[in-house]
């Protein structure tokens, strides 16, 4: 969403909205969500204190400690829901540290829709926390009791957010569960709750899909009897060969298999009409080849494009016909998008009368001057201006010419190797159009590279842009398993899940029909590995390996479920080990601060090299950079070692740094050296050391600090969990890096 410059409302930040749907929504009968702009600003006729006075009757308690001007309200319109929307969010200092927070109102009735909270991290909110995985899934279910009753709730198990994921240690932990609505024993497949929960028991965040009072649902009772269905999708189930690219490492480098994907549709239980999450359909779809957009690849329109051009074109792009709209160029620069592609990117920003603005960005491939990234807020606008009335809604086939049309006029060059739309694309006659064109490779359809065009109602264009990720190489055909093999496997191993779902293409589609889908090996966007036959999860969900230790497993685990410690072999592995110095600066700041991997640094003319081994293309790069950026590694030699092992007395200097308390460590005459083995501690480091023992990060040994000792992963692990908790008592926190 953020490569297609979409502004999200706060309904689409739901959990339970942003279920991918893209590739896998034929096999399990996800169901799809309009992911909505903002449109306007709205005549607010509701004030801040009757907002909080309908909040804090529903959930006493909560922001309670925060004033009414402490809020900053704001109301938008859903043109596609016919719903106005209202949200409040605060920001301020409470002791010093940062504190936020977010209510989001719904309807006309102002039903509370979510709730977020940010508070000050306490000691028991972080690793290990005072509440285990289980204990939180317990108040979850009694926050449910208490709040949720206007139906009944079922926990969804196994989607619970692994509590270690994602985390670093200066943030509290947290543990995320999704509650389905049921109804009749069937659960609402758009009607998930889900409860947030600190690693001190706190409820940090609420958020639900507001039910309609006028829904009706299929009857039960009349359902087919489950095996009937299951042989229908058996007799109907094939296996399809795909590529599938996926980002397991670090870098963002793109890793490619070949695969097996189920082809099936999901059945309506009750008539066993087929349903593709859109429609129903009579008959199963017949298979049909790809069919490429043009046979022959077009001429480029420009050889190359200059920093003029670009923003030439984009002025063109983003004109507006009015008085009340001024339009104005923020920047162009020359840069790597995400794919490590060389491209022009526009900065823009569109300023209204009110005072407000929305802005974004182009892309255009450097070397040809094609569109790769754009996103239109044409429509937008004119819902702001109330220019859009009346606008004839265009069929799917007329859309998907016009599809065509821009694809050919933004991005010739490349779309001899791009097919036309399967039956995964997703159109709403009302709002617009969304179209995948699939790159197909040697004849197999690739995942996770396509171009997208989205088309307004009008036939005008919403977006379009190109995800190509650079491969070296194409895993090859010759060496997998057949396709009778693998469907064989699929028939094996399927099952049905039933919910209830409704048939988005209708405008009106407030009936929930009862809908079998099939699961397979257990689990949903589960495929077979082509070349082995081997189950994976689609969207590489790892399962990472636990290891054991005597005294440090749990925070060993913690780093390795974290993925910051890397273990290939949990048998294999040795906690005693010594520690490289490039290993524990990883280890280091990955823990402390989010390194993003979304911009590929390899070949960057730009790219910052602070030692002359640690180049853009090294493992160590981003930590190192990093790390120096931060004051916890000295620039003052022209390279690191980063193949030697870490000291205690190299780890002190780091850590010390890292808390912000170098110039007091300097002062080395104010530190008293009385440890059994003072001779061994160089004076210009003993105040470091004794901060470390102090802070208790590091600690010595029967009153022996044993400075040169290599640290291993299991103290390295334990002491960079204690200086995360010193750091959140201190309010240092790092957060973002790149």
Do not use: C
């Not at 359902?223 to 980002?247: F, H, M, P, R, S």
């Not at 602070?610 to 950079?625: G, L, P, R």
């Not at 780091?654 to 912000?660: K, M, N, S, T, V």
């Amino acid at each position: 969403m953020k490569k297609m410059g979409i502004i999200l409302t706060a309904s689409a930040l739901s959990l339970g909205m942003l279920s991918a749907t893209a590739n896998a929504s034929n096999t399990t009968g996800t169901q799809p969500y309009n992911v909505v702009a903002q449109v306007a600003a709205t005549d607010v006729l509701v004030s801040k204190e009757e907002l909080l006075k309908k909040f804090k009757a529903s959930f006493p308690g909560v922001f309670d400690s925060i004033k009414p001007s402490e809020f900053y309200m704001h109301s938008y319109d859903n043109p596609y829901e016919n719903t106005t929307r209202h949200s409040m969010s605060f920001h301020k200092q409470e002791k010093g540290k940062e504190i936020s927070g977010s209510i989001g109102f719904y309807g006309d009735n102002y039903e509370i829709e979510s709730f977020q909270y940010e508070p000050v991290a306490t000691a028991d909110s972080l690793f290990p926390g005072k509440v285990s995985k289980d204990g939180a899934k317990q108040i979850a279910h009694d926050f449910m009791k208490k709040y949720m009753k206007d139906g009944s709730y079922q926990l969804e198990e196994g989607l619970e957010d692994f509590y270690y994921s994602s985390q670093i240690l200066t943030r509290p932990i947290r543990y995320t569960f999704s509650f389905n609505r049921m109804q009749d024993g069937v659960a609402v497949g758009d009607q998930q709750v889900n409860v947030t929960v600190l690693g001190n028991g706190e409820v940090v965040g609420f958020n639900r899909a507001i039910p309609s009072k006028s829904s009706t649902f299929d009857d039960v009772k009349k359902g087919k009897d489950a095996e009937v269905i299951l042989n229908q999708i058996k007799d109907n189930l094939t296996a399809k060969l795909q590529y599938q690219i996926t980002y397991p490492n670090e870098g963002n480098k793109p890793d490619v298999k070949l695969v097996y994907k189920p082809e099936i549709l999901s059945v309506n239980a009750i008539t066993g009409d087929w349903f593709n999450s859109y429609e129903f359909l009579k008959e199963y779809p017949a298979h049909k080849g790809s069919e490429m957009i043009v046979e022959k690849a077009l001429p480029v329109k420009h050889n190359g494009i200059t920093k003029e051009a670009a923003k030439k074109t984009a002025e063109n792009l983003l004109k507006v016909d009015s008085s009340k709209i001024k339009l104005t160029i923020q920047s162009v620069e020359e840069m790597k998008n995400y794919n490590g592609q060389e491209v022009i990117s526009v900065h823009y920003m569109y300023h209204f009368s009110n005072g407000s603005g929305s802005g974004s960005s182009i892309e255009f491939d450097k070397k040809t001057g094609e569109l790769v990234r754009f996103h239109s807020m044409q429509q937008e606008i004119k819902e702001m201006l109330d220019e859009n009335k009346d606008q004839k809604s265009l069929s799917y086939e007329e859309a998907l010419a016009k599809a065509v049309e821009y694809a050919k006029e933004y991005l010739p060059s490349y779309l001899h190797e791009y097919a036309l739309p399967s039956e995964t694309s997703y159109a709403d006659p009302m709002s617009g159009y969304y179209f995948i064109f699939p790159r197909i490779v040697d004849g197999v359809l690739v995942v996770g590279d396509q171009i997208n065009v989205n088309i307004h109602k009008d036939g005008s264009l919403s977006s379009i842009s190109i995800d190509r990720p650079l491969i070296d190489e194409w895993p090859s055909k010759d060496k997998v398993i057949s396709e009778k093999e693998a469907t064989e496997t699929f028939k094996k191993s399927v099952m049905l899940k039933t919910s209830y779902m409704k048939e988005y293409m209708k405008r009106e589609n407030n009936h929930y029909y009862l809908i079998s889908s099939p699961l397979f090996n257990e689990e949903e966007f589960q495929v077979l590995e082509a070349s082995t036959g081997k189950w994976f999860n689609q969207y590489n969900r790892e399962v990472l390996p636990e290891v054991s230790h005597p005294t440090a497993a749990a925070e060993l685990n913690y780093l390795i479920q974290s993925k910051v410690l890397t273990v290939k072999d949990a048998k294999s592995f040795n906690g005693d080990a010594a520690v490289s110095k490039g290993e524990a600066i990883r280890i280091m700041m990955n823990s402390l601060t989010y390194m993003y991997h979304g911009y590929p640094m390899d070949d960057s003319e730009n790219a910052k090299q602070t030692f002359t081994n640690i180049d853009s293309k090294h493992t160590s790069y981003q930590a190192v950079e990093r790390a120096v950026e931060l004051g916890v590694i000295a620039a003052d030699k022209s390279t690191f070692d980063v193949d030697s092992p870490i000291t205690k007395e190299e780890l002190s200097i780091w850590y010390i740094r890292a808390l912000g308390l170098e110039e007091a460590a300097k002062q080395t005459k104010i530190y008293k050296n009385d440890f059994a083995d003072s001779k061994k501690i160089k004076d210009e480091y003993i105040g470091y050391i004794v901060l470390a023992d102090s802070l208790g990060l590091l600690k010595a040994e029967k009153n022996q600090f044993n400075p040169t000792k290599q640290v291993t992963y299991a103290e390295l692990a334990v002491s960079t969990i204690r200086l995360g908790h010193e750091m959140s008592k201190k309010g240092r926190d790092y957060r973002y890096g790149y």
